[in-house]
């Protein structure tokens, strides 16, 4: 039996590591940037509300951060080792909740994302969820009546055509579900950028993208669905961002070869699956967070990947894309 050695997007060695989170940070930094100057394109109203979730974001955790210091009574250390990873899961909180959330939402998903990271350390040894991820959704389900979403993204999610302009919707001036999931056109660069800078993992970026693409083309050539509607239904929003610092950025993304082709097909199913049946509008966080939990527990059953157990998952991807296929085509 030959084994299968996991082809890692961050190299082993510290330094190498280190310097993929840094770019990983700056880019969490610059989309944070566009965000804030189309929120000003917009108006003062939204403008004012970005700069309040943002700087409450990057206040609260340094915040945190210097009081667990202090309390603990730990060495000084630099801002790279200490404030960088924390910063970035603030800002992208910031990026997941709604414009005009309320304030304290953004406080309970820091909790929460230091909680979930304490937690999984504490009783796993490492991160089975993206905790992110995690905190959002909890706040998706417990407070949604607390997080408002515009009437310029129910629109264009209703519409077959474009409401907003052509320029403003491909480069996010309009307001939409979050400060961070509008710049399609920048966030897709971005994207690019990640996966061939290997900071985030090719392989399963792409496939994630591929499966949603296919399903989307699938569904309006054998469907009354306009390939519009799909398109803005199944790739906008949260999908495009969750694609791009997400779906394949090793906090918990799988370990093995075998989860590594199953993990992107699940997440692109439950995706469309959540999206079209129950019109929701989150529907690719709450797939990242079940796919990363399953994933994780079929890990813990396996003994040692080989070549056989890869190409196993992946005819088993292929036959549950015929049987799909089939259904949709018959009934």
Do not use: C
């Not at 299968?4 to 190299?11: F, G, I, L, T």
């Not at 109203?45 to 009574?73: C, D, N, S």
């Not at 090719?202 to 399903?215: N, P, T």
Request: cysteine-free; charged content about 15%; overall charge positive.
């Amino acid at each position: 039996m030959i084994s299968v050695v996991r082809e890692s997007p961050m190299v082993s060695t510290a330094e190498n590591t280190l310097k993929r989170w840094i770019s990983y940070h700056i880019a969490v930094v610059f989309v944070s940037l566009v965000a804030l100057i189309l929120q000003a394109v917009l108006g003062w109203a939204q403008l004012l509300f970005a700069i309040a979730q943002v700087l409450l974001a990057v206040g609260f955790t340094a915040a945190w951060e210097v009081a667990r210091k202090w309390l603990r009574k730990e060495p000084s250390s630099g801002y790279l080792e200490r404030y960088m990873q924390p910063l970035t899961a603030g800002l992208l909180a910031a990026l997941l909740l709604p414009a005009r959330a309320p304030l304290t939402m953004i406080v309970l998903a820091i909790v929460g994302i230091r909680f979930f990271t304490w937690l999984f350390n504490k009783m796993f040894k490492k991160v089975i969820i993206h905790p992110v991820l995690l905190s959002i959704v909890l706040i998706q389900l417990f407070f949604r009546e607390w997080l408002p979403l515009s009437e310029t993204m129910a629109n264009i999610f209703q519409e077959s055509s474009l409401s907003v302009g052509r320029f403003r919707f491909w480069f996010g001036f309009y307001e939409g579900l979050t400060l961070g999931t509008t710049a399609f056109i920048l966030l897709g660069l971005l994207w690019i950028y990640l996966s061939v800078t290997r900071i985030i993992h090719f392989r399963m970026s792409v496939w994630y993208a591929f499966h949603l693409i296919l399903l989307v083309l699938v569904l309006a050539v054998f469907t009354d669905q306009t390939l519009w509607l799909l398109f803005t239904r199944l790739l906008l929003g949260y999908s495009v961002f969750a694609l791009v610092f997400f779906v394949a950025e090793p906090t918990a993304t799988p370990e093995t070869p075998e989860m590594m082709a199953f993990y992107p097909f699940l997440a692109a199913m439950l995706t469309a699956w959540l999206r079209l049946r129950f019109d929701l509008l989150e529907a690719a966080l709450y797939a990242l967070v079940f796919a990363q939990f399953v994933t994780w527990v079929f890990e813990q059953f396996q003994q040692r990947s080989t070549r056989r157990r890869v190409r196993g998952v992946q005819v088993l991807v292929g036959i549950i894309w015929i049987i799909l296929l089939f259904n949709i085509w018959f009934f």
